[in-house]
């Protein structure tokens, strides 16, 4: 097919190169203020290089059926795209300057040719087909860099979260090198973690649903999505989003803690089994505390516990002794006041300080159940009198 420059008369190069100049300084104001968002030394360079050797290979084509763009050239445009990638600019800004450009281009070129000599209709209507075809061209390169990059970067992201994900599991990570993997992909921060456990198909799903809030690794039998604190990690929204994707979801813990919290997903999942709606751990962590799992003890401690624990020990421990005691005489203050050998008044006063630290789980029987576990395995009976 022939080129449509190819019909340009060959006086147009004698009639354009003396406005080049002038033509380039003119486009490059112009297309500078397409983009004002852009304006910035560098911008300005690169955009009056490209508007400069674009104009010189479109003199150079008048009459002749070369292609538009030899790869030294075209790769200037293909920079120039990957630049606006970089600079997280879309083909938008692109597209728009290139059509400013186009526009000035034919109105060059035309004048330039009325003033050596009178132009037909005909000359004309090549010249704008001309001028059309041949910025085309170099849009064609502006987007090819802009789509090469913009690949790239999401290859490098992707690496990055990668990373992310290998260092919260493997654990042990000095905690600047992880924080700074953690801003590496956009996290202001690390803070606790909730793993999910997913069927191995389910890991492409999970990094396009929960985007930048996860990161997701894949292992030989499962994959692993570890998201950080944050509304998308609260129990309700986990609950919409993961109903019928057989998923196990393990406890909110530091991110330290993510292998541990893992591996109680992992006991979770063997314990129960998966379904259409996800299993939580923080629903078995008892029933994996008596089967001898110690992560499962030491989180449920520490949560069941956590109202008193901002407490001195001095405070702490009668406290913890007389609920103990009454969760086992099921309630009595008198046999509770027996056993620990303390008047009745004072277990009154030490079940008011309880009350008001646990609240309704006092009065709830799973609740209850927990902490007369949590303070079996981890409190001594009192010893009988002598």
Not at 228 to 247: I, K, N, Q
Not at 326 to 335: D, E, P, Q, V
């Amino acid at each position: 097919m022939t080129p449509p420059w190819q019909r340009l008369t060959p006086d147009l190069a004698d009639a354009m190169r003396p406005r080049l100049p002038a033509a380039v300084r003119a486009i490059a104001d112009a297309v500078g203020e397409t983009a004002p968002e852009a304006a910035g030394a560098k911008y300005e360079r690169d955009v009056r290089t490209a508007v400069r050797v674009a104009l010189e290979r479109f003199v150079d084509l008048a009459g002749t059926a070369e292609p538009a763009l030899p790869p030294p050239i075209r790769e200037v445009f293909v920079a120039l795209g990957a630049a606006e990638a970089r600079d997280n600019r879309g083909p938008e800004t692109l597209l728009g300057s290139l059509r400013t450009a186009a526009r000035l281009l034919l109105r060059t070129a035309s004048h330039a040719l009325a003033e050596l000599r009178p132009v037909t209709v005909d000359e004309l209507i090549d010249l704008s087909d001309a001028t059309s075809a041949f910025v085309d061209e170099l849009a064609a390169a502006c987007t090819d860099g802009l789509a090469r990059q913009l690949r790239e970067q999401a290859g490098e992201g992707e690496r990055r979260r990668r990373q992310v994900a290998d260092l919260l599991l493997r654990g042990g990570a000095p905690p600047d090198v992880a924080r700074e993997a953690a801003a590496g992909i956009g996290w202001p921060g690390l803070d606790t973690v909730v793993p999910v456990l997913l069927p191995p198909d389910q890991a492409r799903d999970a990094r396009f649903r929960f985007g930048a809030d996860g990161v997701v690794a894949e292992r030989a039998g499962d994959a692993v999505l570890l998201l950080r604190s944050g509304p998308r990690a609260e129990r309700a929204a986990l609950t919409e989003a993961l109903t019928g994707r057989d998923a196990v979801v393990g406890p909110a813990l530091g991110w330290v803690e993510v292998p541990e919290a893992v591996r109680l997903a992992e006991r979770a999942a063997e314990l129960v089994g998966t379904g259409a709606a996800p299993v939580f751990v923080d629903d078995h962590f008892a029933a994996l505390a008596l089967r001898g799992e110690p992560g499962a003890m030491a989180v449920l401690s520490a949560r069941r516990l956590a109202p008193l624990a901002g407490l001195r020990p001095g405070q702490r421990e009668p406290l913890l002794v007389t609920l103990e005691s009454w969760l086992r005489n099921w309630g009595s203050r008198t046999a509770v006041a027996a056993e620990l050998f303390v008047h009745p008044q004072t277990v009154s006063y030490r079940l008011n300080r309880l009350r008001d630290a646990f609240g309704d789980d006092l009065d709830d029987p799973a609740a209850r159940f927990e902490l007369l576990l949590v303070l079996a395995f981890s409190r001594p009976r009192p010893a009988a009198p002598s």
